[in-house]
């Protein structure tokens, strides 16, 4: 009587020790999805992140006097500013590892400046590349600058 | 093994209430600079269509309203709608053309006043979406109400 009471006392433990491991397991493998998910989003808002901090700097280069069309308009680039700065040697004057420009519709492409790293990252946005047509008029055309930056 | 799987089955629930209120809360686009410049930027681009006379070609955002107001292209013998279709059109081709990470594209124009919205011009889209999706807007006053132009961006 005594020897049955004590097995069925031992198998209530085993049980219970196998039911806490089986919780425990449950639940660190519920943790690890959640981790899981979470890193993917953090991964998601870095990249987000280090993509509008490089078209804050695309946007600061493109209202340079260098290039914009004028002080009123961001994103807005003068097409003459870029043939002369593309035909200039204003190599070291630019913080960045290359600058270049391109019309979207007309497929038409100007390299301002190129440091030629190889180690680099290209990051651009849409800008208007605008042309004076008359002295009252102007043509723009939507178009992209891209800027370099050296991978670190 | 009943409390086991209590615990399991309340774990669960508490899951797929997280889930249904995370999904629930998902907007239907991410808002992005980048996009946001495009819908700007493309707003300014000059058009072939002059209402008037030549060289005083429209803006995007001119030809949204000379739409609106049902007005045609002297230049070009069309009306506006069908012109800022086609060059919509065209556009967002070419930007897809120019970028690879871009997978598909919808571009909205919304008219909006307190009794109606309907579409300015047919809803412009291409590609198949399994990625991401960015958008930006910009906000027209016409009389009368609100011309709303959306572009969002699927990036693969």
Request: charged share 20%; proline share 1%; aromatic share 10%.
């Amino acid at each position: 009587m005594v020897n049955s009471l004590k097995n069925k006392a031992q198998m209530k433990i085993q049980q219970m020790a196998f039911m806490i491991v089986a919780v425990l397991i449950f639940f660190v493998l519920v943790g690890l999805a959640f981790l899981g998910w979470q890193l993917i989003s953090v991964k998601d808002n870095f990249n987000s992140l280090q993509k509008e901090q490089a078209i804050a700097s695309i946007r600061t280069i493109s209202d340079m006097p260098e290039f914009n069309c004028d002080s009123r308009r961001s994103l807005c680039v003068d097409e003459d500013k870029l043939i002369v700065m593309a035909n200039s040697s204003y190599s070291g004057f630019w913080n960045v590892a290359s600058i270049s420009a391109y019309k979207i519709l007309e497929k038409k492409s100007y390299l301002v400046y190129d440091s030629k790293q190889k180690d680099k990252k290209e990051f651009s946005t849409y800008v208007l590349i605008c042309k004076k047509i008359t002295s009252n008029y102007e043509k723009c055309d939507l178009g992209k600058l891209s800027v370099g930056v050296v991978n670190v | 093994m009943v409390g086991f799987v209590l615990i399991v089955a309340i774990v669960l629930i508490a899951l797929m209430v997280f889930l249904v209120i995370s999904i629930r809360n998902r907007t239907e686009f991410k808002q992005s600079d980048d996009v946001e410049n495009f819908v700007n930027v493309l707003m300014m681009h000059t058009t072939g269509c002059a209402i008037v006379y030549e060289p005083d070609y429209d803006s995007v955002i001119d030809l949204v309203k000379n739409c609106y107001n049902n007005r045609k292209c002297a230049n070009l013998n069309k009306m506006a709608c069908e012109y800022l279709n086609e060059s919509l059109n065209l556009i967002m081709e070419k930007v897809m053309e120019t970028d690879a990470s871009i997978a598909a594209y919808e571009l909205d124009l919304i008219y909006e006043n307190d009794e109606e919205r309907s579409y300015v011009i047919p809803s412009i889209l291409k590609g198949n979406c399994s990625g991401s999706v960015y958008g930006g807007q910009q906000v027209i006053s016409v009389e009368s109400g609100k011309i709303t132009v959306i572009a969002k961006f699927c990036y693969s």
